[in-house]
């Protein structure tokens, strides 16, 4: 999976995100904002050239306040207004594949390049103007307990708190009979939480230090306001609805948690390992079944006008209680974050295509390639795959396993090498190619733990830069 499968289907997700699926709604849909930048973080490593001009593409159907159309049309690279747009994760996920971008190549010219907005000639600015209204945009859209508004809806399409449709045929993803400017999303809290963190460091990089030290403090202020308002006893609300009522709630009849937040809130290191453990041990408990984990529980089994979309489907299935495949590496990374190689493997492997072969049968989609979903337990089918190619569990598995498991990630100043393994792996070998070096890497268990690089030891686990052609490394743990 990790050397040859999952990174093929990285590169076929770039090419054409969701825009030509048999699944989908075909080529009149399509590139995501947000599947697209999300596509890059599996893909970057591959063909940086491309990615960074997928990058500026994608920025420059962004709006001047900050918020983006939610696609665009390859061809002619014009946002598609007819699909909607109000989606307020879709900012964050720029600077996520922005800065993975400078990561990966050192390549901080890519902040310096006049970038338009909406596409419009004569509005061109740095890109980095555009990671900053990305961030201030969140800022600036808060809700009445300090989490981010939700608009439209955030990574999930299909929670749509500000819909109330009641008209068969009625697009959940461009009605909109009720804006309420209240509503606010838990996930995206998170997402501002990592993200932030990591657009704070990139300014401190270029010399911009008030600027870092500014939104540092707006971080705080957003993780205080998750531990406050969004987290539930045992894990992480998902939202407040139109009412400022709580969703992914124990005080739910129905849907009483949520994947997502569990995953990123973890992932931001939000409430540190404490929370982290609770919020992850309660995904498992509640959510957890023989392929991953399933998106919420219970599952919905009438419709919810002040939901939306989520819960008109079926029990079991898409959103509505399936293994949406997509966001179970976040609590992949989750594990990693917390230092939990044996939850961490485990999760991996119950949806990774090569470790569920013989479960063919019943998953009916490619041994090699990730699904979309895995309809959850409350589904008449029980484990059958759907949407299989076109999805963004392929760039998140990679980077779960490649950055996660093996703890292989590119740094501004260097190669880290960290990885987070089972119990049951003594070790492990991998070859790296990463800014014009290829890094020969040798991991195992051992009493002297620590780093060598080169024949000579170094101090933490960051291979710093070199022009060397080939370099060795061996991390004893």
Same mark, same amino acid.
């Given at each position: 999976?990790?050397?040859?499968?999952?990174?093929?289907?990285? #590169?076929? %997700?770039?090419?054409?995100?969701?825009?030509?699926?048999?699944?989908?709604?075909?080529?009149?849909? @399509?590139?995501?904002?947000?599947?697209?930048?999300?596509?890059?973080?599996?893909?970057?490593?591959?063909?940086?050239?491309?990615?960074?001009?997928?990058?500026?593409?994608?920025?420059?159907?962004?709006?001047?306040?900050?918020?983006?159309?939610?696609?665009?049309?390859?061809?002619?690279?014009?946002?598609?207004?007819?699909?909607?747009?109000?989606?307020?994760?879709?900012?964050?996920?720029?600077?996520?594949?922005?800065?993975?971008?400078?990561?990966?190549? @050192?390549?901080?010219?890519?902040?310096?390049?006049?970038?338009?907005?909406?596409?419009?000639?004569?509005?061109?600015?740095?890109?980095?103007?555009?990671?900053?209204?990305?961030?201030?945009?969140?800022?600036?859209?808060?809700? &009445?307990?300090?989490?981010?508004?939700?608009?439209?809806?955030?990574?999930?399409?299909?929670?749509?708190?500000?819909?109330?449709?009641?008209?068969?045929?009625?697009?959940?993803?461009?009605?909109?009979?009720?804006?309420?400017?209240?509503?606010?999303?838990?996930?995206?809290?998170?997402?501002?939480?990592?993200?932030?963190?990591?657009?704070?460091?990139?300014?401190?990089?270029?010399?911009?230090?008030?600027?870092?030290?500014?939104?540092?403090?707006?971080?705080?202020? #957003?993780?205080?306001?998750?531990?406050?308002?969004?987290?539930?006893?045992?894990?992480?609300?998902?939202?407040?609805?139109?009412?400022?009522?709580?969703?992914?709630?124990?005080?739910?009849?129905?849907?009483?948690?949520?994947?997502?937040?569990?995953?990123?809130?973890?992932?931001?290191?939000? @409430?540190?390992?404490?929370?982290?453990?609770?919020?992850?041990?309660?995904?498992?408990?509640?959510?957890?079944?023989?392929?991953?984990?399933?998106?919420?529980?219970?599952?919905?089994?009438?419709?919810?006008?002040?939901?939306?979309?989520?819960?008109?489907?079926?029990?079991?299935?898409?959103?509505?209680?399936?293994?949406?495949?997509?966001?179970?590496?976040?609590?992949?990374?989750?594990?990693?974050?917390?230092?939990?190689?044996?939850?961490?493997?485990?999760?991996? %492997?119950?949806?990774? &295509?090569?470790?569920?072969?013989?479960?063919?049968?019943?998953?009916?989609?490619?041994?090699?390639?990730?699904?979309?979903?895995?309809?959850?337990?409350?589904?008449?089918?029980?484990?059958?795959?759907?949407?299989?190619?076109?999805? @963004?569990?392929?760039?998140?598995?990679?980077?779960?396993?490649?950055?996660?498991?093996?703890?292989?990630?590119?740094?501004?100043?260097?190669?880290? *090498?960290?990885?987070?393994? &089972?119990?049951?792996?003594?070790?492990?070998?991998?070859?790296?190619?990463?800014?014009?070096?290829?890094?020969? *890497? %040798?991991?195992?268990?051992?009493?002297?733990?620590?780093?060598?690089?080169?024949?000579?030891?170094?101090?933490?686990?960051?291979?710093?830069?070199?022009?060397?052609?080939?370099?060795?490394?061996?991390?004893?743990?």
């Amino acid at each position: 999976m990790v050397n040859i499968w999952n990174q093929y289907q990285c #590169m076929v %997700t770039f090419n054409m995100s969701r825009s030509a699926s048999y699944y989908e709604s075909g080529t009149g849909r @399509g590139m995501g904002f947000r599947d697209s930048c999300q596509d890059l973080l599996g893909f970057v490593h591959l063909i940086p050239d491309r990615a960074r001009e997928r990058i500026l593409d994608i920025a420059s159907i962004q709006f001047a306040d900050g918020s983006t159309y939610h696609q665009y049309q390859p061809l002619t690279k014009r946002g598609n207004g007819d699909v909607g747009s109000g989606f307020n994760d879709d900012p964050l996920w720029l600077v996520a594949c922005t800065c993975a971008y400078i990561r990966e190549t @050192g390549d901080f010219s890519i902040l310096d390049e006049p970038t338009p907005f909406n596409n419009e000639a004569g509005t061109e600015v740095p890109l980095l103007e555009h990671l900053r209204r990305s961030i201030g945009f969140t800022v600036s859209h808060k809700g &009445p307990h300090g989490l981010p508004l939700i608009g439209r809806a955030d990574w999930n399409d299909c929670l749509n708190l500000n819909c109330f449709s009641h008209e068969p045929g009625e697009s959940f993803q461009t009605c909109s009979n009720f804006e309420s400017g209240k509503a606010e999303s838990v996930f995206i809290a998170g997402m501002f939480v990592k993200y932030g963190k990591e657009y704070a460091e990139l300014c401190a990089r270029i010399g911009l230090d008030e600027e870092a030290e500014t939104v540092r403090k707006a971080v705080a202020d #957003m993780e205080s306001a998750v531990l406050t308002h969004g987290w539930d006893g045992e894990w992480f609300l998902r939202a407040y609805d139109a009412f400022e009522q709580p969703v992914g709630s124990h005080t739910n009849e129905e849907g009483q948690i949520f994947i997502e937040p569990q995953g990123f809130c973890v992932m931001a290191g939000i @409430g540190g390992a404490e929370y982290g453990k609770r919020a992850l041990r309660s995904t498992e408990e509640r959510l957890g079944n023989a392929f991953g984990i399933e998106l919420l529980s219970p599952c919905y089994r009438k419709y919810h006008d002040y939901l939306g979309e989520i819960s008109s489907y079926p029990p079991g299935y898409k959103e509505n209680g399936s293994v949406f495949c997509h966001n179970n590496p976040w609590v992949t990374l989750a594990y990693c974050k917390l230092g939990d190689g044996n939850g961490a493997f485990s999760l991996y %492997t119950r949806n990774a &295509p090569a470790y569920i072969e013989e479960k063919s049968d019943i998953h009916r989609t490619e041994p090699y390639c990730y699904s979309q979903t895995i309809a959850g337990r409350a589904a008449r089918t029980y484990g059958e795959a759907k949407n299989s190619w076109l999805t @963004g569990t392929a760039a998140w598995s990679f980077a779960a396993v490649s950055q996660g498991i093996l703890g292989v990630r590119p740094e501004y100043d260097g190669l880290t *090498i960290d990885p987070c393994l &089972p119990d049951q792996m003594d070790g492990c070998r991998i070859s790296r190619f990463f800014r014009g070096t290829r890094y020969e *890497i %040798t991991v195992r268990r051992g009493a002297e733990k620590g780093l060598v690089v080169d024949g000579k030891p170094i101090a933490g686990r960051t291979i710093p830069l070199t022009d060397k052609e080939v370099c060795t490394a061996e991390l004893t743990i």
